[in-house]
């Protein structure tokens, strides 16, 4: 499976999908130091600057990810919408899906994109290039991290497997407990400063509230980690997507 990985800021969906057998090939990542720790950890995968002239060809990638900015969204922000000045860019994600045409796409954001009207307008624009879809709230609480961090997750895939699959609700439990039961992230860290936000949470105890100072590009490094996507969690919708794919060789 060739996965493009947008806004892929330090790699969090492409260590899951590493980790789960799926080949990234090719990121889109405007944050130079973002740039520069996807280019550490995969070497060997093109990274485009911009997704605004990211113009892919249709069937190049077979699954789409993306947490499009969120700062429109949040609760915690001016709660613009999802046509603010960051979060716009979900349509320039829509665009590429709808150039690309892959078979799946995982699109990921910060939970209050349910409250501020973002969470419908994805589900249209999905709906509109022909995909139906699967919504979930996860959180890196449940597998195992010592913070709530609940995202929501949309599965979209193509109309001909719509009547086949099992509802991603009846699954989510056994997939949280995959991914938490699971060696597959033991060891993962990710960053210039290999920082341990990502597992095994259950070594990792809370830590003192307070700011590490004295490190290299902290601040860039804090905002990168702040903005990850946490791969055990990513994991669980790229599981959703491993599932489908499955009954796709199943009806053909």
Known sequence: MRHLDLFSGIGGFSLAAHALGIRTTQFVEINAHCCHILAKKFPKVPIHHDIRSFHPVSGQFDLVTGGSPCQDLSLAGKRTGIRGKRSSLWFEMLRVIDEAKPKFVIWENVKGAVYTG???????????????????????????????????????????????????????????????????????????????????????????????????????????????????????????????????????
């Open 118 to 252: 973002g969470l419908p307008e994805v589900l249209r624009g999905l709906c509109r290039c022909g995909y139906r879809f699967d919504v979930e709230i996860l959180s890196a609480a449940e597998v195992g991290a010592p913070h709530l961090r609940e995202r929501v997750f949309v599965v979209a895939y193509a109309d001909q497997l719509l009547g086949q699959a099992s509802p991603w609700s009846e699954q989510v439990g056994s997939q949280v407990e995959a991914v938490t039961d699971s060696n597959c992230f033991a060891g993962l860290r990710v960053g210039s400063g290999n920082e341990t936000i990502l597992a095994p949470w259950r070594s990792v105890k809370p830590p003192v509230c307070g700011v590490a100072h004295g490190l290299s590009k902290r601040l860039d490094r804090l905002a990168a980690l702040g903005n990850a996507v946490v791969p055990q969690v990513a994991a669980i919708a790229l599981l959703r997507v491993l599932y489908l794919q499955s009954l796709s060789h199943i009806s053909n």
